[in-house]
């Protein structure tokens, strides 16, 4: 439900719902045994879309793009992907487990780097200021993923290793990497994505 009781006419009368069935099916894990990185989408109502919150770090090196992605933290193959991500809410956002309420998880998937990745999308309230942390915190619409104001390939070394990565510019943020990844698999799941 949007704000004021009123219906996102994406996803139907219940947001939470919808979202928890159409992720009901997904969540498989690769085979391989190894370390992975666990994220935690959170997801709210304000002005009447769906919204999550991402971290932007710092660049670090002039021309460097910025680190955006979701609060995360490393996990081994038999980790609890759920008590993973309440441990990354908790440090990022300051949030107790009991204010999250599990929606479902994305599949497992490998990114840049090999590096193995799984997401567990949870709606929590509406973030009322900053955590005290040494990143910055922002919202994004779900939907402004879908219309980036740019897209262009750019060449970056990601452990040791060069990659062609695709940017997009959304609300002003540069997303690429996992983090972009993630957005596309959960606007997929909502009927919305590719």
Do not use: K
């Not at 979701?70 to 949030?95: H, K, N, Q, V, Y």
């Not at 900053?130 to 390939?153: G, R, Y």
Request: hydrophobic letters at 45%.
């Amino acid at each position: 439900m949007a704000e004021g009781g009123e219906p996102n006419p994406a996803l139907g009368t219940s947001w939470i719902l919808e979202l928890r069935n159409r992720l009901r099916s997904c969540g498989r894990q690769l085979p391989e045994p190894g370390s992975r990185v666990v994220f935690f989408v959170p997801l709210f109502v304000a002005q009447g879309q769906l919204q999550t919150l991402l971290t932007q770090g710092d660049a670090g090196d002039a021309g460097a793009l910025a680190p955006v992605g979701f609060p995360a933290r490393e996990a081994s193959a038999t980790s609890d992907p759920w008590t993973i991500a309440a441990a990354a809410a908790t440090e990022f956002l300051d949030l107790a487990p009991s204010q999250i309420l599990r929606l479902g998880l994305l599949d497992e998937r490998r990114g840049l780097g090999e590096i193995r990745y799984q997401a567990c999308v949870g709606a929590i309230p509406r973030p009322q200021q900053q955590p005290p942390l040494e990143v910055e915190l922002f919202e994004l619409p779900l939907l402004a993923a879908l219309s980036p104001q740019s897209v262009e390939l750019r060449r970056l070394e990601v452990l040791g290793t060069i990659h062609d990565v695709l940017v997009a510019q959304v609300e002003g943020r540069q997303l690429w990497g996992p983090a972009s990844e993630v957005l596309d698999d959960l606007l997929a799941q909502l009927g919305l994505g590719t």
